[in-house]
């Protein structure tokens, strides 16, 4: 028995064997691997660990779709809500041919510490169907969404687990999810997802609101190391959501562009990528493929490129301990969930490369979605130049509390990020105790 009701009941410690092999590609164990180095530094107490290393809980549905071609294709579906002690879980949906449960279990137990680490009273959760939504016709995609919304229909509400956008998902995918969900409740709810177009209680500068967090992050991060501005050179891998809004406000900060790229390859450019020229050819094409504004790079050369920022903004495991010796850029901003592998974390360090780890770096999105939860829970729509503000604001806190952290334990910013949430996290669970 514990001696003090507001202490988890403890019990011996398994600590993780150091030199246990490592599965690099496996985002749960890097996500796990984090985690246990802060849990560590803060000596988390052994109950308490161990219920953190626990999703809370996992679906996983099988969604049947009538394709135009009048077969049935079935595809399988996963909701995982990681923790819910700080609020409602948060965290998006992706359509994605990688997806599998140990990447959306990591990608939920990530979307608990990026709440938490800016602060938002919210949980973690996501969700993702395994599917190539780029060979899918719409007509397919909403059936697809339809169906998958009503399987796990029942975890899904204003109060206990609301979507967004992720990978390959879009504020029209946003929209079915809160059509289908309000045909059941029998009344329009709007709060049970963000991301929605602004007809629907979306939130202006949601969409922008990763790029824009990313833009503010990498400013705090070049005055935080006496870094001019103007004139510092970004490449950004990934030309979506975040990465193509990230180059478009740095651009017009004053920063140079000098490579993007996307999943059909990459363009350099010394002088400079012409963004909006970019944005541009995506729209009409849907990819960089043909932009004919820089040379032809590969994604790998671009990822160790000599830059002063490095902005990963595509998917998982692009930093690993097989190029991360070879990175050159001297800040790494990660938009994307995940792209450094545990095994490039220490050897980044030993370079000296500055981290924006990815659940402070990307966090601007869900803020921007807490805004819109808050906007459609009170019925009353605030100003871009608002949004854009508060949005800045927490950001900018954000970097200041986790840098903070690192500066007091003497940890990089990825630990110190995981220490200020896990620590958030573990107060609400020591004042809520276990419910039994
Ligand atoms: N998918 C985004 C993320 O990974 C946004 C999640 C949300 O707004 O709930 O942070």
Same mark, same amino acid.
């Given at each position: ?13 398994? /600590?993780?064997?150091? =030199?246990?092999?490592? &599965? ?40 049947? %779709? ?103 998902? &879009? ?7 809160? =059509?289908?969900? +309000? ?52 490449? %950004? ?25 996307? /999943? ?104 921007? +979605? ?14 871009? =130049?608002?949004?854009?503000? /508060? ?5 900018? /806190?954000?970097?200041?509390? %986790? ?8 940890? &990089? ?24």
């Amino acid at each position: 028995m514990a001696t003090d009701p507001l202490r988890l009941p403890t019990d011996k410690i398994v /600590r993780p064997d150091k =030199d246990r092999f490592l &599965n690099e590609e496996n985002p749960f164990e890097a996500m796990m691997s984090r985690f246990d180095r802060a849990a560590q530094l803060l000596d988390l107490e052994p109950g308490l660990y161990k219920v953190l290393r626990h999703p809370e809980k996992q679906i996983i549905v099988s969604v049947p %779709v009538l394709m135009d071609s009048g077969e049935v294709e079935v595809f399988t579906g996963y909701r995982v809500l990681y923790n819910t002690s700080r609020g409602p879980a948060k965290g998006g949906i992706r359509f994605d041919m990688q997806v599998n449960l140990e990447e959306v279990k990591a990608l939920a137990a990530w979307m608990t510490w990026k709440c938490a680490v800016v602060n938002l009273p919210f949980g973690g959760a996501k969700g993702g169907v395994i599917c190539d939504p780029l060979k899918m016709s719409v007509g397919e995609l909403e059936r697809l969404t339809r169906r998958y919304t009503s399987g796990i229909i029942a975890t899904l509400g204003p109060d206990s687990d609301v979507p967004a956008p992720d990978v390959n998902t &879009n504020e029209r995918v946003m929209a079915w999810v809160m =059509d289908t969900y +309000s045909m059941q409740a029998r009344h329009t709810v709007t709060a049970v997802v963000t991301g929605k177009p602004i007809e629907l209680g979306g939130s202006l500068g949601r969409r922008e609101a990763t790029g824009r967090g990313c833009m503010f992050m990498v400013l705090e991060a070049l005055k935080h190391l006496g870094m001019p501005v103007q004139g510092t050179t970004v490449a %950004v891998q990934g030309f979506g959501n975040v990465g193509s809004v990230a180059a478009d406000l740095m651009a017009k900060q004053g920063c140079r562009i000098i490579a993007i790229s996307d /999943r059909t390859g990459g363009y350099h450019n010394k002088a400079g990528i012409d963004v909006p020229g970019a944005l541009d050819h995506v729209k009409k094409h849907r990819s960089l493929e043909g932009f004919t504004g820089g040379d032809p790079i590969t994604n790998e050369e671009l990822l160790t490129m000599p830059v002063d920022v490095l902005l990963p903004a595509a998917l998982e495991n692009v930093i690993t301990s097989k190029n991360a010796s070879k990175v050159q850029a001297k800040i790494i901003c990660e938009g994307a969930n995940g792209p450094t592998t545990a095994g490039a974390d220490s050897i980044l360090e030993e370079k000296g490369i500055f981290v924006i780890p990815d659940i402070l770096a990307n966090a601007g999105g869900v803020t921007v +979605s807490y805004f819109e939860w808050v906007q459609d829970r009170g019925g009353y729509f605030w100003t871009e =130049d608002t949004v854009n503000q /508060r949005l800045e604001d927490i950001m900018t /806190r954000s970097f200041q509390e %986790v840098l903070q952290m690192s500066k007091t334990h003497k940890v &990089n910013m990825r630990t110190a990020a995981y220490m200020l949430s896990i620590s958030r996290v573990a107060i609400v669970h020591r004042l809520r105790g276990i419910y039994a």
